[in-house]
């Protein structure tokens, strides 16, 4: 199974919207969004695209009810507190905002730990746990909208990174 980790999408719908094409040019089944969406309209891309998505919320996403509001009209889009814990197939994923939010005992109780939070692609183990942030969706931070694809069975990641001028300050 193939799915698409976007975080820290910050309103910035052209690059949701741009990102989640990309997933499904790349045969992206499902996504996680590591939170920070910020206000409600910037859920209209995961409504418009075709594969389920779950997240959690971030620091700066203010109009929980809201949110939760748009995402219900969705049939597959869920909106957690987080950490949020779950299983896909055989594998145990932990999606969290902050990874300071959760302790090392529950990241090694997980095969996957999504984040974001730092605004930074990055991917590292620790113990048997994979450890992915997909970076900064909106691109305000680093200059270019960033997200991740994660093939679970073979825990390969590709880094996803839109950089046309378009997307330049």
């Known amino acids: 199974m193939r799915v698409g980790l976007i975080s820290d999408t910050h309103d910035r719908v052209p690059a949701i919207t741009r990102l989640l094409q990309e997933f499904q040019k790349r045969g992206v089944d499902m996504v996680l969004h590591a939170g920070d969406y910020c206000a409600p309209f910037a859920l209209q891309p995961f409504l418009e695209y075709a594969a389920p998505m779950v997240g959690v919320f971030g620091r700066t996403d203010g109009d929980r009810e809201g949110l939760r509001g748009i995402a219900a009209q969705a049939l ?26 959760v302790s090392e005992r529950s990241v090694l109780s997980h095969s996957l730990v999504v984040h974001g939070g730092e605004h930074k692609q990055e991917m590292k183990t620790r113990g048997e746990t994979l450890i992915v942030n997909p970076g900064e969706g909106c691109g305000w931070i680093n200059g270019a909208p960033t997200a991740a694809i994660i093939e679970l069975d073979q825990k390969h990641v590709e880094f996803v990174k839109l950089d046309g001028p378009e997307w330049k300050f």
């Open 76 to 101: 597959a889009c869920e909106l957690f507190e987080g950490p949020h814990s779950m299983q896909i197939g055989d594998h145990k994923i932990l999606l969290v905002h902050d990874l300071a939010d």
